[in-house]
């Protein structure tokens, strides 16, 4: 059978960054100012019993009047934006290498025309500002024509270009640098043994380390397998080591390791195997290279055949820039090879795993994959292709730590039905991901002078921190997250890791210890409710006769918290509104939060260090793990939309969203809806309704309102059922290990009417909810 082979292949900046390839045939708030308070009303409705209870007034102590849940019925989750593009747009480029390059813009360069044959050196220039394409006029040492080539953004204004072939379909080993302010290249001279000439593979940067790995190479087209470095301090090649033989694959580097998932393997056979390789330690990888060179003369195939041809025998096409581009990606056949290593294999440990199987293991076989990276975590986008439609594509993230899939989001929930998209980029934040591509309705496309459509008119943006990526600026470090800390380890004074860590020492402390603690803050008693688990905002909303106040005057408080005021001050926006009105607390130096005592404990932990996961060694008796439990992040949560702090809120659905299990999945949909979450809630629904069974036997779903109860119920939909017991030991297996992200089942659902849900399906307005500009 044929396959497409041509992929849009493209580098990822950062100072981890990555190549990304896919193509047609392959993977790849509120309330700022000081008001004074009105005593509410007993919780006798619905809307009362659903307000937070950080939103009800104490005798000493100022909240913030909100209600998170207000304008609900208007909240459909977050849905990606798709946007038209102007100006000299190309009418397609495959193999071109597209890059975010910051300043709101993406550089596109190379590729070829299928139609013609004809390969380019063209530098194209998207705003993402005003969603205009642009030549970019160059000048210097410009590069000859290439394609399947890696350009990766260095040290914020240079593509570092390596790579590719040529017109006469030759492989390079050149590397050739754009400065993005100049829009001048240069070649620099480089020492070391060079590698051999290749594309398609994938490079990676790493303390002024440009690492290349794998690729195809040879007018055989035989796979490589090695990995090596240029020293870009003083432009020296290490030699080549063996590692994985890929082409059209993605590579990461994270927690001093190596990542390279997906692509096609030296049987050409699309994979999804994950392999890293430990570069701490090695001296080979921490040094300056090594001179010496790399005998490939033993390399052989035990098939040979010759390359097929780009050429499709169609007229060229021109987009609307005036230049000749293709529209369509070239079949490509590559044949079978066996190839003979003599390098050596590479230093520091190699390791593979292969996802045979799960609910949320996306399969590398269909439909069309771009593979991203962000805050230790692999994305894969399922996008539409010839073989599957929008409704089965979707977002899936892998914790490289935890080894784990989770689905994000899944068919309209993320893409807009009528689309192909060829090429992914990301920011150096990992933060946002543009997706390019164009429409298939040829009505909707804008025509060049040949009447062929344009690929690259169209652009989705994504921003991944509404699926609760914290970034690569804001990640945990790669090693706690590898590394599971021991019950039994033995406390050991380490040097200072910030101010926040330090400052984190004198939490909590009492002032006769010498703390410098001059303010105290208390919460709710931890024996106000024995079987407490979501939160005052539970025990306000579980208040539903209406004949008392939710909290009585006379209602026991924790014991004191000791914080600097100088430090709620500068960091907590809300508490210096409330020292500036001189309110009680500027008198008494004293502040009540009427919420749980764990909560109010991490939320100003929060406030010292930045994190939500104290070390739980301050001295305190209930302090049971070293990190704060997952009814206490939901807890943060709502308070991070009260108060409006949303760094808060970013680290709270991160964790949520990843340790999402049957015990907190009720805590962590409740408290999603109360803090305006949608996606999350809409994932902690769909995880409930999956294990509906189990859930109604936690205390989380016995402590629900009624209200809240009814609400949950209804959201499976009208035609699906809850399937159990053998049948669902037959949908998918209890016990698999990897690619279940937690859950036993892909599905919360099964149609009792297929008939009847494709009706409906088809009654639904494809763009319902989708923006378009």
């Known amino acids: 059978m044929a396959q497409q082979h ?21 993977q790849q708030a509120s309330g700022s100012t000081t008001t004074s308070l009105v005593p509410q009303s007993n919780p006798s409705s619905i809307s009362n019993a659903l307000t937070p209870a950080s939103a009800s007034p104490s005798n000493n102590t100022y909240i913030m009047p909100n209600s998170p849940l207000k304008n609900r019925a208007a909240m459909d989750g977050y849905r990606p934006k798709v946007t038209r593009t102007l100006g000299q747009r190309p009418a397609c480029l495959v193999n071109a290498s597209v890059t975010y390059c910051g300043n709101n813009q993406i550089y596109a360069f190379g590729g070829f025309d299928q139609y013609t044959d004809e390969v380019y ?78 594309a398609r593979h994938a490079a990676v940067l790493h303390e002024d380390k440009l690492f290349i790995v794998g690729g195809i190479t040879g007018h055989d087209n035989y796979v490589l397998d090695d990995i090596c470095y240029l020293d870009l301090k003083t432009f020296t090649w290490s030699k080549s080591w063996r590692f994985v033989g890929r082409f059209d694959h993605s590579a990461y580097i994270w927690g001093d390791r190596v990542w390279v998932f997906g692509g096609l393997s030296e049987d050409m056979d699309k994979v999804s195997d994950l392999w ?3 570069l701490k330690g090695n001296p080979a990888f921490e040094s300056p290279p090594h001179i010496g060179t790399l005998d490939r003369s033993g390399l052989s195939r035990s098939a040979i055949s010759p390359r097929p041809s780009y050429t499709s025998g169609q007229s060229p096409a021109v987009g609307s820039s005036g230049y000749a581009a293709n529209s369509r990606t070239a079949q490509i056949n590559p044949p079978s090879f066996h190839l003979k290593n003599y390098a050596p294999p590479a230093p520091g440990a190699i390791s593979s795993l292969k996802f045979v199987s799960g609910t949320n293991v996306p399969t590398q076989m269909q439909g069309v994959h771009f593979h991203v990276y962000s805050s230790g975590t ?70 060049g002078n040949n009447g062929l459509e344009e690929y690259l008119s169209d652009i ?52 006769e210890t010498g703390s410098g603690t001059d303010f105290i803050v208390t919460a709710l008693s931890r024996d106000f409710d024995e079987e407490e688990v979501m939160g005052s905002a539970l025990v306000h909303a579980g208040e539903e006769s209406g004949d008392e106040a939710w909290l ?60 939500i996961d104290p ?33 808060l809120r970013l680290l709270c659905v991160n964790r949520l969203s990843k340790e999402l299990d049957v015990d907190h999945a009720c805590i962590i949909w409740y408290c999603a809806g109360l803090a305006n979450e949608e996606w999350l809630r809409k994932r902690a629904a769909n995880f409930c309704m999956t294990h509906w069974g189990r859930i109604v036997r936690t205390v989380g779903f016995q402590r629900l309102p009624r209200a809240a109860l009814v609400e949950l119920s209804q959201e499976i939909d009208t035609e699906g059922r809850v399937v159990a017991g053998e049948e669902l030991d037959m949908i998918a297996g209890i016990d698999g290990r990897y690619g279940d992200g937690g859950s036993s089942v892909g599905r919360r659902k099964e149609s009792v009417g297929s008939d009847q849900a494709q009706m409906l399906e088809s009654e639904v307005d494809d763009d319902d909810g989708m923006e378009m500009s």
């Open 6 to 26: 041509n992929s849009h292949h493209q580098t990822v900046p950062g100072s981890a960054g990555q190549s990304i390839f896919g193509g047609p045939s392959h």
């Open 121 to 198: 050196n063209h530098v194209l220039r998207l705003d993402l500002v005003s969603h205009q394409w642009n030549l970019v006029d160059n000048y210097g040492d410009i590069p000859g024509v290439r394609m399947g080539h890696t350009a990766t953004l260095y040290k914020g204004d240079k593509l570092l270009v390596f790579g590719g072939e040529n017109e006469h379909r030759t492989y390079l080993s050149d590397l050739i640098i754009f400065d993005l302010k100049t829009a001048h290249w240069t070649q620099p001279q480089v020492t070391g043994p060079i590698p051999k000439g290749r």
């Open 276 to 278: 890293w390789l430990d």
């Open 378 to 447: 692999l994305l894969d986008f399922v996008t539409p292709a010839a073989t599957i439609t929008h409704k089965e594509c979707s977002l899936s993230a892998l914790d490289l730590g935890a080894l784990r899939w989770q689905k994000l989001a899944e068919g309209r929930e993320i893409f807009k039905p009528g689309y192909r998209w060829h090429y992914c980029t990301m920011n150096e934040d990992g933060t946002k991901a543009w997706l390019l591509g164009c429409p298939t309705d040829m009505g909707t496309v804008d025509i």
């Open 460 to 511: 989705m943006e994504i921003d991944l921190r509404r699926y609760g990526f914290l970034g690569n600026n804001m990640a945990a470090e790669p090693s706690s997250a590898l590394t599971r800390p021991s019950s039994r380890r033995r406390h050991v004074e380490t040097p200072s890791k910030g101010l926040g860590a330090d400052l984190a020492k004198l939490f909590n402390q009492p002032p």
């Open 552 to 611: 009585a005057p006379d209602t026991p408080t924790s014991p004191p918290i000791h914080v600097h005021r100088l430090i709620l001050q500068a960091r907590w926006p809300h508490f210096a509104r409330v020292w500036a009105s001189q309110m009680v607390e500027f008198h008494t130096q004293k502040m009540h939060i009427p919420e749980p005592y764990s909560v109010v404990k991490a939320f100003l932990y929060y406030l010292y260090t930045d994190r």
């Open 615 to 647: 070390s739980g060694d301050d001295g305190d008796n209930d302090s049971k793990n070293a990190t704060a439990d997952l009814s206490d992040v939901a807890g943060l949560l709502v308070m991070s939309n009260i108060y409006n702090i949303p760094h």
